[in-house]
């Protein structure tokens, strides 16, 4: 779906741009979505759920599972990710959503209260018969659970989070990122990015946060750490560059396989603001590349030249 449409079905507004997401989610959708090219769209999805509960909009736009896959850049009957977003489905196991069918029609911030919400069954009747009359009766919606309770749950007492004590990252930030809706709905629009650039630019961007800048990570780490396949990581990380979404950093001057494990270097990502996005795509620098046989000709002009010799430095060569 177009960012434009996005943003007109759901009616953002730039106050509406913040949203938290727990840094634990990446661990735990690994360890719950057996396909690794499926994580993204439960982290996609969970990011949805979480911003139409945060700003009321279920009910004015009447937001389905079908239509949120349409906002994912999936058809509304593709049935491959129902196992995760339906009822008692994956993120309902895991903990992550309920499945509803209250949902909050307004929402407020105050000193004295903080967040709070009315649910369309404590509105009055005519209200709730107003809205209740546009909707289907087998309408529901998903309770983000890890929004407002985070960490102990008693599995005797569906329901009862710690006690109605309020911990999730609607109210507290500790050990969250932040991931402005502009950013999804720029991913969402450009089906070279789609869901898998968005949760591999979040995952980039809570390290960005924890480090307090550039990341350093081998790419078959940052493959095995976002339970991406490698060439899917890849892909996706070449395309977020294109787009300016990432920086990368080559901290050593060439590749090659043959290279010792001493003298390997991590590439640094830094992960740009959405106002340094692109519309289209750029080349960025490439890494020099050496085959074998270069690199260890190159070697041994490195030998010569400390023993007095010329060295040719066009020996590497850029691909």
Request: hydrophobic fraction near 35%; proline fraction near 3%; glycine fraction near 6%.
């Amino acid at each position: 779906m177009k960012y434009e449409e996005i943003e007109s079905l759901l009616k953002f507004d730039e106050k509406e741009s913040k949203l938290f997401m727990p840094n634990e989610i990446f661990e735990d959708l690994q360890n719950n979505i057996k396909k690794g090219v499926h994580i993204p769209v439960a982290y996609s999805y969970y990011y949805l759920v979480n911003w139409l509960y945060r700003h009321a909009k279920f009910a004015y736009n009447q937001i389905d599972n079908r239509k949120m896959k349409e906002i994912l850049g999936y058809n509304p009957d593709t049935k491959g990710i129902d196992y995760i977003l339906k009822k008692n489905g994956a993120l309902d196991t895991m903990g992550y959503t309920e499945t509803v069918k209250d949902f909050p029609v307004v929402w407020e911030l105050s000193e004295d209260d903080g967040l709070t919400f009315t649910l369309l069954s404590e509105m009055d009747d005519y209200f709730k018969e107003e809205i209740k009359g546009s909707i289907s009766r087998k309408y529901t919606v998903k309770f983000p659970v890890k929004a407002f309770h985070r960490h102990i749950y008693d599995e005797e007492m569906k329901g009862d989070y710690n006690n109605g004590y309020e911990d999730g990252t609607f109210f507290e930030v500790d050990n969250t990122h932040l991931i402005p809706f502009e950013v999804f709905m720029y991913c969402m629009n450009n089906d070279k990015i789609g869901c898998t650039g968005f949760y591999l630019y979040a995952f980039l961007k809570m390290n960005n946060q924890i480090f307090r800048g550039a990341y350093d990570i081998p790419m078959k780490t940052l493959a095995e750490k976002t339970g991406l396949p490698y060439t899917t990581m890849t892909d996706s990380l070449s395309n977020l560059r294109k787009y300016k979404m990432v920086e990368g950093i080559h901290n050593q001057e060439f590749f090659c396989i043959a290279l010792e494990d001493h003298k390997r270097k991590a590439n640094s990502y830094i992960t740009n603001e959405f106002t340094q996005f692109t519309n289209e795509p750029v080349e960025y620098e490439r890494i020099k590349v050496l085959e074998v046989e270069e690199y260890f000709e190159l070697l041994e002009k490195q030998q010569n030249q400390e023993n007095g010799q010329e060295f040719d430095s066009d020996t590497i060569t850029q691909i």
